[in-house]
Every structure is written in C-alpha cells, then in structure tokens.
C-alpha cells in the first residue's frame, strides 16, 4: 500500500480519535489525554495510539483504564468516520516524550541558575 496513503489515514486517525476523546467520551476517569502520534502498519490492519496522560501517576492510571475500556467503542467511531475496508485493531501506548522533555526543560533551568549564582558570587 502506498506510504503517503498510510500517512494520511494516520493523521485522520490522530485527528478523530482527538475528537471522540474530547467530545465523546463520558468516563469520568478520563483526564487530560493528548494523543501525540497514530502508527499504522503497511495494510492498515492495526493501529498504535500514542498518548500523552497528564496529572500525578494515580490520576494516570485512573485515566489509563479509563482508555483501556473504552477502546471498543473508539474502534466502532472510526470505523464509522473513516471509510476503509477494514477498521484497524487498535492498541494505546503511553507517550513519555512530553515527560522526558519537561525534564530536560527543567534541568537546563536548574544548570543556567546555578551559573547565574556562581556568577554573582564571583563578581
């Protein structure tokens, strides 16, 4: 199947499933989710669900389940949105980018006022 066919099924994908999570879902379990990424293999059979979980790790795992149990009716909106031979079987999978990233963000922070300090001791 051709790449930029999969390509553009997966960034529809990302966008409705965006959707059907903003607006769609009412499990009070789901937070914040942010879905970063779709990966489709070649004959569009199966799909991973990249996903980003905010707040403290119990408010995660909450929202995790909350994912985990409403992934049939997920797959059930795209098949309807989507129009394709076979809707994909889908999988989620956590995103820590955004979390490595925050980290990074912070230690850069925390080594630029160190040398700010060090430099107004020594002046």
């Given at each position: 199947m051709s790449q930029l066919r999969v390509e553009k099924v997966q960034e529809l994908m990302k966008q409705e499933i965006s959707e059907i999570i903003l607006r769609e879902l009412k499990d009070?379990?789901?937070?914040?989710?942010?879905?970063?990424?779709?990966?489709?293999?070649?004959?569009?059979?199966?799909?991973?669900?990249?996903?980003?979980?905010?707040g403290d790790?119990?408010?995660?795992?909450?929202?995790?389940a909350g994912l985990m149990s409403s992934l049939g009716f997920i797959r059930r909106e795209i098949g309807k949105r989507i129009r394709l031979r076979f809707t994909p079987e889908l999988t989620f999978a956590l995103d820590k980018s955004?979390?490595?990233s925050a980290r990074i963000q912070e230690l850069l922070l925390k080594v630029r006022k160190e040398a700010e300090e060090k430099e107004g001791q020594s002046v």
């Open positions: 009070p379990r789901i937070g914040f989710v942010t879905v970063t990424s779709v990966e489709c293999t070649g004959d569009l059979r199966e799909a991973k669900i990249y996903v980003s979980l905010m790790e119990k408010d995660a795992k909450e929202c995790w955004l979390d490595y």
